[in-house]
């Protein structure tokens, strides 16, 4: 089954990118990637930040933290075993 990417199609993505090469040009096209690629790791590396912060206040302040992990595990559990009661009905359709 092929999934469309945002439900945008091939000719769509094309014009898209016509559109872009001709508004910004050719020799534009890599420095707006890479001045998107330096935004996006900036924010991750934030967000990294964040969390790490948050995990070491919790520490000092003597929160169990260990529960969340307890959580995520039972979380997978069932999203393994959704997934292994739809994977039938999703072959089928």
Do not use: H, W
């Not at 959704?82 to 359709?93: W, Y």
Request: no cysteine.
């Amino acid at each position: 089954m092929n999934v469309p990417f945002l439900f945008i199609g091939a000719p769509e993505i094309f014009v898209i990118i016509l559109i872009v090469v001709m508004v910004f040009g050719a020799d534009k096209i890599p420095e707006i990637a890479k001045g998107l690629g330096k935004g996006m790791r900036q924010i991750k590396d934030a967000t990294n930040d964040i969390k790490k912060e948050i995990n070491n206040s919790a520490e000092k302040q003597g929160i169990d933290t260990d529960f969340v992990k307890g959580i995520n595990k039972e979380v997978a559990e069932v999203k393994e075993n959704i997934g292994d009661l739809t994977g039938p009905i999703k072959r089928k359709m």
